[in-house]
């Protein structure tokens, strides 16, 4: 992953831009550090498949592993859905890195 941008880079007011968040909800509240990290990164997965030339068939392949993911929520384990999330996101990179 990449490095998580602070409020005293240089580039603060960029970042804020580019992801559509404002200087406190990018920076601010520490106990939302986590939860903002994972969502900026998600932003940035989402940004790099729409700029990478994977095909129709793998983009469906894809939407089908999410939906089958939030189906399973309810009545899998936790660590077992964790998992299974992981090894999508790790294909989904290794995906991304190869275009």
């Known amino acids: 992953m990449q490095r998580r941008p602070s409020a005293d880079d ?3 007011e960029l970042y804020c831009r580019l ?3 404002s200087e406190h909800a ?3 509240d520490v106990e939302q550090e986590m939860y903002l990290g994972d969502e ?3 932003i940035e997965l ?3 498949a ?3 030339e994977v095909g129709r068939e793998t983009l469906e392949w894809l939407e089908l592993a999410v939906d089958d993911l939030a189906s399973a929520y309810p009545r899998t384990p936790p660590a077992q ?3 299974r999330v992981k090894r999508h996101l790790e294909y989904v990179v ?3 890195d190869g275009r």
């Open 81 to 83: 859905l964790l998992g």
């Open 19 to 21: 992801y559509g968040l």
């Open 94 to 96: 290794r995906l991304l």
């Open 26 to 28: 990018l920076f601010g």
């Open 50 to 52: 729409g700029a990478s």
């Open 10 to 12: 240089e580039y603060a």
């Open 40 to 42: 900026i990164d998600a």
């Open 46 to 48: 989402a940004r790099r």
